[in-house]
Each structure stands twice: as structure tokens, then as C-alpha cells.
């Protein structure tokens, strides 16, 4: 039992990472240290970090009005979207009733031969003349 866990938790070598698959490869390096290259990369990245941190926390001291035109700029986009938002709903309902004005309109009579025509026609009262009328016998 034991050898299986130390098997299961050993460091990979170079020729085990080459014999797995793509995905099993990237699932046991995503947990793997990171090499000494990238772990300067990393140190470098999170030091510029710190230093833009510490210049932008130095400008908003030296300039307290900074954090008023960032707050002014928020609120303009915000109303931007606002307005967005405002124009597609109202471009969502002219859509709507566009679209049930044309499913609930009444349907015209087509032109031709009148063989069309007869089922948008509608029962209107017989005439004597058709032999529906009473002829009071």
C-alpha cells in the first residue's frame, strides 16, 4: 500500500512528463513548482506591480482631485450604459409590436383568378337568389 502512494505523489522526471498525455501533463504541471526562471518572471511581474501601486498611491496624495474625475469618468460611463440599455429596450418593444401587428393584422384578399379569394371571404347574409333565403311557403 504504501508504494502505490509514494508512486502516486513522486515528483514526474523528464521522461514520464514525455510519455503522458497532453491533458494528464498539464493537470500534474499545474500543481508542479514552477521552474527557477519563472519564479524570477513572477518576482519581476509582482514588483512592477508594487512600484505602479506606490507611484499611483503618491499621485492621489500629491492630487486629491485624481480621485474626483476618476469618480466623474465612472459616472459617465455608467450613464453611457444607462442610455445603452434605455435604446435597446425601446428598440426590443418597436420590434414587439412590429412584429404582433404583423401576425394580428387582418389578411387582404389576393388578386387573381378568385379561386384565392374565396377563403378570406366572409359569410355574408343569402339572397333568395341562392336559395338560402325563406320564401315564406
Given at each position: 500500500?504504501?508504494?502505490?502512494?509514494?508512486?502516486?505523489?513522486r515528483?514526474a522526471?523528464?521522461?514520464d512528463?514525455?510519455?503522458?498525455?497532453?491533458?494528464?501533463?498539464?493537470?500534474?504541471l499545474?500543481?508542479?513548482e514552477p521552474?527557477?526562471?519563472?519564479?524570477g518572471?513572477m518576482?519581476?511581474?509582482?514588483?512592477?506591480?508594487?512600484?505602479?501601486?506606490?507611484q499611483e498611491?503618491?499621485a492621489s496624495?500629491?492630487?486629491?482631485?485624481?480621485?474626483?474625475?476618476?469618480k466623474?469618468?465612472q459616472?459617465?460611463?455608467?450613464?453611457?450604459?444607462?442610455?445603452?440599455?434605455?435604446?435597446?429596450?425601446?428598440r426590443?418593444?418597436?420590434?414587439?409590436?412590429?412584429n404582433?401587428?404583423?401576425?394580428?393584422?387582418?389578411?387582404?384578399?389576393t388578386?387573381?383568378?378568385?379561386?384565392?379569394?374565396?377563403q378570406?371571404?366572409?359569410?355574408?347574409?343569402?339572397?333568395?337568389?341562392e336559395?338560402?333565403?325563406?320564401?315564406?311557403?
Amino acid at each position: 500500500m504504501t508504494g502505490q502512494t509514494d508512486r502516486k505523489w513522486r515528483t514526474a522526471t523528464g521522461a514520464d512528463l514525455k510519455r503522458m498525455c497532453p491533458q494528464q501533463r498539464a493537470r500534474h504541471l499545474a500543481y508542479a513548482e514552477p521552474s527557477k526562471e519563472a519564479k524570477g518572471w513572477m518576482a519581476a511581474s509582482k514588483q512592477r506591480v508594487r512600484a505602479r501601486l506606490a507611484q499611483e498611491r503618491t499621485a492621489s496624495e500629491k492630487n486629491p482631485q485624481h480621485g474626483l474625475d476618476s469618480k466623474l469618468h465612472q459616472d459617465v460611463l455608467v450613464g453611457q450604459l444607462k442610455a445603452d440599455e434605455a435604446r435597446n429596450r425601446i428598440r426590443r418593444m418597436r420590434l414587439q409590436y412590429q412584429n404582433c401587428t404583423e401576425r394580428c393584422a387582418p389578411r387582404t384578399a389576393t388578386v387573381g383568378t378568385g379561386e384565392e379569394d374565396e377563403q378570406y371571404r366572409q359569410p355574408g347574409p343569402a339572397t333568395e337568389a341562392e336559395g338560402g333565403g325563406d320564401s315564406g311557403g
